[in-house]
């Protein structure tokens, strides 16, 4: 295929405005009109919510009017599409004195007022104009995206207030971040409050600011961003190499195709691109700007779609958006402004058909689509996606990667690691990976094959699974495509005096990759993300009709059952098989609503604990959902089971409560330490499928310990192994409530844990407390094994 060029030949304008001025880039259109969202915001009342677009079209920039209400002028008539470029002046909302902006070449001296570089090209290395420029503050410089701060980004990533840069009597400048949601970074570290200087860079949302002079130049990240990969190696602890100093550059709005045979590291190369698992020694470079070093703030620009669903198929498409934006997107953000996202999204993947329809009806090509669709909401400028097309037939394949095309062209940079070789055609470069890891190709599709000397790709696949004494880097280095896609791509000379983010000199490689930890800023918005994970858990599960048929017949079969086996009174031939099932039945219930709820969603998971999720939200908000279900349960088999049911000989008193309270609260108590319990095996395996045998051995142990067939009082080690059981304990609890020890001594035994006393009761009942914290703290430490590494703390 014919290769095509990264860069438009529309120049770039200085777009000025009474308030504000912005560079426009030809890889981006910009919105006007009175959406703080929007990228040129104007004020005024008589301009529309969405007023006009200025765009790039066939090389020339062109204005069209978006509908509006009171008109687009330029030179007193009224247009609706209109070819502009230095020089004209537009008006919006009135010919006469409507908000004016005014369109010049972008040298213009009173933008550029500085001769030296821009402070972004110093630190990055890479040549980058500044999107506006103003003059540093007196005093304060507010920062967000509510119209009434003196600085307004027009990101939806950014908080209505977000950051103030304050002036120091004494010169300096600090940046202080205001409770924003998704934080500010001062090289690309989070931070509260911080000194600025001349080499650093401040970023908030989309936007990175640097101080030159007497000048605060702002850089927005439009996608128009460059990827650079450099000696990337992965090896493991046996000392197998999985990815062998792989090098390439990824060009602005490039489809980039990652192939090779089975274990050639594909999913390894993905995970050190993204920062799931960077790579022990190289450097990615995004924009120049080091991508391990600056992951916390970088990630918010990166998406990723993994191979499995990142969705909850039981929602619509709709409404699964809608509870990703809320998490997403700052707290402050208006209803109105995420659904405008959602819809926005949903109509430039082509689901406006689909939209109320629920996930799990929807094909395979268009469910990708909806999981693109998700990592949009953000604008992230680079998009990575792994075996999108899996298991997807030949005209869905070639679908989804259409998309992937227009999404390219329309101003992101992709890297999609595939199986498929339908669509490659599709692609501007193909990356092919030989086993142990090595560069075996990279380069324009079309020429592949010629390098290789094959007709067609089986021969080439067979050739790199037989063939593994030939040395496919080697061949690759030595070619011209290499000289020209790699060596030539890359070549950057050093600026005097650039320092990398690493401290090295501007175009040397670290030897090994710097991977600086994330700390630990104060947690932002953790009660609102608990309740969207609440209020989206809940919609989810409720939607699934088999889990509430088994949900809600389960308490009553088992409550029923136990009602047969207890007749109309507890005596002892009946009392200790009853507590017996009661307990068994009770850790079934708690057991069986969590044993799948983590391990099903370990994708999802995955990345919005990447993109800023709280592990301690999504834990409570499981807690929460399951454990007001596993309670209403527990209460419910309870009352079916022993409601009208004398307990034990006339007289018989609880502790503290009316015996059936008692015992409803250890049943209770007994169903939520087993659904913790059932967290635990859900974040500890790794496919759904074994749950279901771990559950049977769950409830086996609960029977064998829970001191009703065995007497462990007074046996070693197996009593002290009881205390780990909670039926053991809640067996206690019932047998102390209703003095069983006392009232049918030739059934129960001397266990001092039966004791009919308050300090007896308050024990059984609170080392179930003690071991559903305990659960708890290992589901969290587990949860914390699939998440990037760079994130774990």
């Not at 969202?37 to 006009?52: G, K, Q």
């Not at 001296?109 to 103003?134: E, F, H, K, N």
């Not at 800023?612 to 349960?633: H, M």
Request: net charge negative.
């Amino acid at each position: 295929m014919a290769e095509r060029e990264f860069a438009l030949t529309a120049p770039q304008l200085l777009i000025e405005t009474d308030s504000d001025s912005q560079v426009m880039s030809p890889g981006h259109s910009y919105a006007v009109g009175r959406d703080p969202t929007s990228d040129v915001v104007l004020t005024d009342p008589r301009v529309s919510w969405h007023h006009a677009v200025l765009h790039v079209d066939d090389g020339h920039w062109m204005l069209d009017d978006a509908g509006s209400t009171n008109g687009t002028f330029c030179q007193g008539h009224r247009v609706r599409h209109l070819d502009v470029g230095p020089g004209y002046i537009l008006r919006f909302g009135n010919a006469s004195d409507g908000p004016c902006c005014t369109l010049s070449a972008l040298h213009k001296p009173t933008v550029v007022r500085d001769p030296q570089p821009s402070a972004l090209t110093a630190i990055t290395g890479l040549d980058r104009p500044p999107t506006s420029v103003r003059r540093l503050p007196a005093k304060v410089i507010r920062i967000g995206r509510a119209p009434d701060n003196d600085l307004v980004l027009g990101d939806l990533s950014v908080s209505r207030h977000h950051a103030e840069l304050r002036a120091h009597s004494d010169g300096r400048y600090e940046i202080a971040d205001l409770d924003s949601h998704n934080g500010t970074y001062l090289n690309g570290l989070p931070i509260r409050q911080a000194l600025v200087g001349p080499a650093d860079i401040v970023g908030i949302g989309h936007s990175a600011f640097c101080l030159v002079g007497d000048q605060l130049q702002e850089f927005v990240d439009t996608g128009d961003i460059d990827l650079d990969v450099e000696g990337l190696t992965v090896e493991v602890g046996d000392g197998r190499v999985l990815l062998d100093k792989v090098s390439f550059p990824v060009g602005q709005h490039c489809l980039l195709a990652v192939a090779g045979p089975s274990g050639a590291g594909k999913s390894t190369l993905l995970n050190a691109l993204t920062g799931l698992r960077p790579a022990d020694r190289g450097t990615v470079r995004y924009d120049g700007r080091d991508l391990y070093h600056d992951y916390a703030e970088l990630r918010h620009r990166i998406g990723l779609v993994p191979q499995d669903d990142i969705l909850h198929t039981q929602l619509t498409v709709r409404r699964a958006l809608g509870y990703a934006g809320e998490l997403r997107f700052p707290g402050d953000t208006a209803p109105a402004e995420r659904s405008a996202r959602v819809e926005e999204v949903i109509t430039e993947l082509g689901l406006t058909k689909r939209a109320d329809q629920v996930i799990s009806t929807l094909s395979g090509g268009q469910r990708k689509r909806v999981s693109v669709a998700l990592e949009l909401l953000t604008k992230p400028s680079l998009l990575f996606l792994d075996e999108p097309t899996s298991g997807l037939d030949p005209g869905m394949d070639r679908s989804v990667m259409q998309m992937l095309r227009g999404l390219a062209d329309d101003g992101h940079t992709i890297v999609v690691v595939t199986h498929s070789v339908l669509s490659l055609d599709l692609c501007d470069r193909l990356l092919l990976l030989a086993p142990g890891g090595r560069l075996a190709w990279y380069g324009p599709p079309g020429e592949t094959l010629d390098h290789f000397g094959f007709k067609h790709w089986s021969e080439a696949f067979e050739a790199f699974e037989n063939e593994t004494d030939r040395d496919w880097a080697g061949q690759y280095r030595a070619s011209p495509p290499y000289k020209r896609y790699i060596a030539g791509a890359t070549a950057r000379p050093p600026q005097s005096g650039q320092l990398g983010q690493a401290g090295q000199p501007g175009g040397a490689a670290p030897a090994a990759a710097v991977v600086q930890p994330l700390p630990k800023p104060k947690p932002r918005g953790w009660s609102k993300q608990v309740s969207t994970l609440v209020r989206r858990y809940a919609t989810a599960l409720s939607a699934d009709r088999t889990f509430l048929a088994v949900m809600i017949a389960l308490p009553f079969v088992m409550g029923a059952l136990t009602r047969a086996l207890a007749g109309s009174r507890l005596d002892d031939s009946t009392a200790l098989n009853t507590l017996l099932i009661l307990c068994v039945s009770g850790v079934l219930i708690g057991a069986a609503n969590a044993v799948r709820e983590l391990v099903k969603e370990r994708s999802i998971y995955q990345r919005e604990r990447a993109v800023g999720l709280s592990r301690s939200a999504y834990l409570c908000s499981k807690i929460v959902v399951l454990g007001t279900i596993t309670v209403v349960q527990s209460v419910v088999l309870t009352m079916v089971a022993l409601a009208g049911v004398q307990l034990g000989p006339p007289g018989t008193e609880g502790v503290l409560l009316p015996p059936l309270l008692e015992i409803t609260l250890a049943v209770a108590l007994l169903s939520v330490t087993a659904m913790m319990l059932g967290l635990v095996i859900s974040a500890l395996v790794k496919k759904e499928e074994v749950t279901m045998p771990l559950l049977v051995l769950v409830a086996i142990v609960q029977v064998v310990f829970c001191g009703a067939l065995l007497q462990l009082n007074g046996a070693p080690v197996l009593n002290q192994l009881s205390w780990l059981v909670p039926s053991r304990w809640a067996f206690a609890a019932m047998a102390a409530t209703l003095d069983l020890g006392a009232a049918f001594p030739a059934t129960f035994s001397d266990d001092p844990l039966f004791t009919h006393s308050v300090g007896t009761l308050l024990l059984d009942l609170g080392m179930m407390v003690v071991l559903s914290v305990l659960c708890g703290v290992l589901v969290s430490r587990l949860l914390r094994r699939h998440e990037p590494a760079i994130m774990r703390g």
